[in-house]
């Protein structure tokens, strides 16, 4: 079993950028898919990134296709998300995922990480 922990939350003006990093450990990652969830207070979880086991195909919300860059290093056994241009809409606890579906849609889940930017 895949274990998931993310870093790298934390609080940001409007317009700044922060970089989310989801370690894995237990086994190798690079089997899964993996995805960047996100859930704001009084919202339901919401897909906002995904990448597939080699790399070769992603995933963006709407809301965050030109912001936001996924990524993975299967050496590494990391899966990062470049946000940039952060708005205060972006404000949740982001979660990773582990999933063998693409995109991921459930599957083994990270502990989340506040992201909070203030305008």
């Known amino acids: 079993q895949v274990q998931l922990v993310e870093s790298g939350g934390g609080s940001v003006q409007a317009g700044g950028s922060l970089r989310l990093s989801c370690a894995a450990s237990?086994?190798?990652?690079?089997?899964?898919?993996m995805g960047w969830f996100r859930q704001a207070p009084g919202k339901e979880r919401e897909s906002v990134a995904a990448i597939s086991q080699g790399g070769f195909s992603t995933y963006y919300a709407e809301s965050v296709k030109g912001r936001f860059t996924i990524s993975r290093d299967n050496a590494k056994n990391t899966v990062y998300l470049q946000m940039n241009s952060l708005k205060p809409e972006d404000t949740a606890v982001y979660y990773c995922?582990?999933?063998?579906?693409?995109?991921?849609?459930?599957?083994?889940w990270g502990q989340g990480t506040q992201v909070t930017v203030s305008s």
């Open positions: 995922n582990a999933d063998t579906r693409f995109p991921p849609v459930s599957g083994i």
């Open positions: 237990g086994r190798t990652f690079s089997p899964y898919h």
